[in-house]
């Protein structure tokens, strides 16, 4: 089987003109579930492939333009047939609307036309000539990296194929997250009772990078030290617990739970105490400062639940949170500058019934 061949494309479906709107767009979702378990390792090959362009004999660098144009190709023609197809069940009103973007972003990766600025040099090098593949400059800014930057602190890794990769994970994303969302709420008793994206100024989080939870003169003190700096309240009050990783993959950093507050920024910090400093732009530097703009979303429903394990990545509340995100095709800045949190609406020593997700919108 070749390469092209490994890939998942999206075809229509055997009399589709006897299925319901509601019956064609689970197809199509469906299909997009199977296209998530599968392109993504196939990208991974590509990109090893391409890797090894410095060694391609002329026959092997014509083998592999043909196949890289087949494959840009096929994303093309299915974009387009998918286009079509959502279009006529848009107004039905079963289709996610976030897709159109996603589709759009795609296309214009597909032609060439990338967002990182460092990455522009090697993509127009090898839409012109392919043999510029074999340029170790080019080849590895063109194909990027195995699973992309998960694992390292460095965002050059990231390369053409990967926002390829990324792209199309976005297509699929905004076709069954909402459908998966709805299941996961379903199956662990719980219910989003709201969901919003909310972006400040500069923040400063402050609290103790330390497990309070059986330790309740620790937690008494805390919310002492809290309560006293009150003035510097920023909007955003409940107490939270921040998870971070210094903006390194999971794989290659543990997650670091700290107990706290957000407030205003350049907030003094209390003796013995820790901080994250958060701002509104992207300074493109992986890690510390955040970004303070996320996603917050409220839960009802069966408390115990909302943490659940089984059946998630992480947990429930996580889980859900993050699917609406993807659904709703908005960036998830990891790892760079990914960080989560479990909100305390009555307070720390209560439950924690919302969650925080970082974003980059």
């Known amino acids: ?209 330390k497990d309070l939870s059986n330790d309740p003169e620790g937690l008494e003190s805390l919310l002492k030290t809290l309560d006293k700096m009150s003035e510097y309240r920023c909007g955003f009050d409940y107490d939270t617990i921040i998870i971070h990783h210094f903006g390194r993959g999971v794989d290659v950093e543990n997650g670091h739970g700290v107990w706290g507050r957000f407030f205003k920024a350049d907030t003094p910090v209390p003796d013995g105490f820790e901080h994250i400093d958060f701002v509104p732009q992207n300074n493109g530097k992986s890690g510390i400062p955040y970004l303070s703009q996320f996603a917050f979303a409220k839960f009802t429903g069966d408390v115990n639940s909302m943490l659940r394990e089984e059946g998630f990545d992480a947990n429930a509340m996580y889980d859900i949170t993050r699917n609406i995100i993807l659904g709703q095709n908005v960036c998830i800045p990891y790892p760079d500058k990914y960080w989560t949190g479990e909100v305390y609406l009555d307070g720390l020593g209560k439950d924690s019934t919302a969650y925080l997700f970082s974003v980059d919108k």
């Open 1 to 209: 089987m070749s390469l092209f061949e490994k890939f998942c494309w999206y075809t229509s479906p055997v009399q589709s003109e006897e299925m319901t709107p509601e019956e064609k767009y689970k197809y199509i979702s469906d299909w997009a579930g199977r296209a998530r378990g599968t392109n993504p390792n196939v990208f991974d090959e590509l990109t090893q492939t391409l890797l090894k362009g410095e060694g391609w004999s002329d026959t092997e660098l014509a083998e592999n333009e043909k196949l890289f144009k087949n494959i840009v190709n096929g994303f093309l023609n299915q974009n387009k047939l998918l286009k079509a197809e959502l279009r006529g069940l848009e107004p039905s009103g079963v289709v996610n609307t976030e897709v159109f973007d996603a589709l759009e972003r795609f296309d214009g990766e597909l032609s060439g036309k990338t967002h990182a600025e460092f990455l522009n040099g090697a993509v127009e090098a090898v839409f012109k000539d392919f043999g510029a593949i074999r340029r170790i400059d080019v080849r590895k800014k063109f194909a990027g990296s195995v699973n992309g930057p998960t694992g390292t602190d460095s965002v050059e890794v990231y390369g053409y194929v990967n926002v390829l990769k990324d792209c199309d994970a976005s297509v699929q994303w905004t076709l069954f997250m909402p459908g998966l969302v709805e299941y996961q709420q379903q199956n662990a008793g719980i219910k989003v009772q709201s969901f919003e994206y909310l972006k400040f100024p500069a923040l400063r989080f402050i609290g103790l990078e």
